[in-house]
């Protein structure tokens, strides 16, 4: 029988905190820790990418809550970040960066997952949009149909 102390618990760990979706797309990239001292590079996986941040797959466990970093991929854009989470699991870490300036969202997507991609998930946000839109205004109509016909 499970504790119902522990059934909200493992209900509060399954909460969707992200605002925004995020793209999966594994691909390498170099991180800069910036340093006064002029900082250190090493190589990670970029697991998925959202307009405000991204999370990177590394050996690195010296990389702390905080950190100022720059990612830049193999076509050199570079991305200003600081790391916000970090989750080891075994040697494997893998760490949370928010962007330290957020452009328009169609921009950031086409800089880190390309045109193609990005216009997808635009078109889909979109018809989300209008489908819970046009959703909300069939409710209406029956609400105001059924409560009418009640009303004569």
Known sequence: MVNPEELEQITAEHVERRREPRVNQPAGVTVRVEEPSGGEEFHAVLVNASDCGFAIRHWRRDLPIGQKVRISDPSRHEIAASVIWNWAVGPVVISGLSRESVPA?????????????????????KSQTWAWAALTGLMAVAAAWYFGSKIW
């Open 105 to 125: 969202p169609t921009t950031h997507f086409r800089q880190v997952i390309g045109d193609s991609q990005a216009g997808l998930i635009e078109a889909r946000l």
